[in-house]
């Protein structure tokens, strides 16, 4: 992936190393070998790249360079560098997972310095959304060739069956019935398979940018050489998009909550909407019904137990 050495040495002489990079490298291998999901890989890869570029600026090298106090300075550098609560919530959990594991694997003398940094405070309001007049504007910016059809249709696919990014370019075109709309997700997170679904729009888009792929390659998101889209040009895509349109670049997680948030007000309930976003409670789900009070309004209107009463007394 590029981010760190590969690891070339015996367990020997691995196990006397303290460099990190190589121990990040190491970690990353193990998740591999535990076969865990391929999203779950690629968090853990993106949120260390993030660790092993804040050590490369403190010029921290070794296991034993890293302290409290500098754990502490990399929460503070990803807020001062623009990371969200969210994102910095995340960056701690993953680097805490490598901490936990480094610390099992070489079994050095002295605590382990993450055990003493306390987690970042995360919000419990629920998160923004995707803005779709911002996507409208994205949407109305792409043209009829390759680029233009392909980002329509992964835009329309992302807010239409509310796939995680990961999901989404993990897809195969034998995991798409372009008949039915079904969409299987055969690894989602926790490696639980499910099954979304795309409306006529979106099927109709992802038909047209399929008909300008001459490629063998089996995934449905490819670049203009037939290769596989990853995360990275991903999110290339919503930046050129939105720098195109004038507006600003959306999360690509924003999607996901603007379909439940679209869903719920199309009048879904809860526990389709569970199934559908593969959560494994509606805890989890609460995050991303960001209801305004128009909304709470209308749900009101529509059940008030007042209005629907009948005889006198409800008149």
């Not at 490298?25 to 591999?32: G, I, P, T, V």
């Not at 959990?93 to 936990?100: D, G, I, L, N, S």
Request: proline share 4%; charged share 25%.
């Amino acid at each position: 992936m590029g981010d760190f050495p590969n690891v070339q040495m015996s367990i020997a002489k691995l196990a006397q190393t303290t460099h990190i990079e190589t121990w990040l490298e190491a970690f990353l291998l193990d998740r591999k070998a535990q076969n865990f999901a391929p999203g779950t890989i690629i968090f853990y890869r993106t949120m260390l790249s993030l660790f092993a570029k804040f050590c490369e600026a403190r010029a921290i090298t070794t296991i034993d360079q890293i302290s409290p106090d500098e754990l502490r300075r990399y929460l503070n550098w990803l807020e001062e560098t623009g990371h969200n609560p969210g994102g910095i919530h995340a960056a701690y959990r993953a680097v805490k997972t490598f901490m936990r594991w480094l610390w099992d694997e070489l079994e050095p003398e002295g605590k382990n310095p993450i055990e003493k940094v306390k987690a970042p405070r995360l919000a419990i309001e629920p998160l923004d959304p995707a803005n779709l007049d911002d996507v409208g504007a994205m949407l109305a910016v792409c043209n009829s060739d390759f680029h233009g059809l392909r980002d329509k249709a992964i835009m329309l696919f992302l807010l239409d069956t509310g796939a995680r990014a990961a999901e989404c370019l993990a897809l195969d075109l034998d995991d798409c019935d372009l008949v039915t709309g079904a969409i299987l997700i055969r690894v989602g997170k926790g490696r639980k398979p499910r099954t979304v679904f795309t409306g006529q729009k979106t099927r109709k888009a992802l038909r047209a940018y399929l008909k300008l792929r001459h490629d063998t390659n089996p995934a449905v998101w490819v670049t203009a050489q037939g290769e596989r889209l990853g995360y990275v040009g991903l999110r290339a895509v919503m930046t050129r998009r939105a720098e195109t349109a004038k507006v600003k670049p959306p999360e690509l997680h924003s999607f996901r909550r603007a379909f439940a948030l679209g869903m719920l007000r199309n009048g879904v309930d809860v526990y389709s909407l569970q199934s559908l976003m593969g959560h494994s409670d509606l805890q989890v789900l609460r995050r991303y019904l960001k209801q305004t009070d128009s909304d709470l309004a209308a749900a009101h209107r529509k059940g008030s137990p007042v209005d629907s009463m009948g005889g006198k007394n409800g008149r």
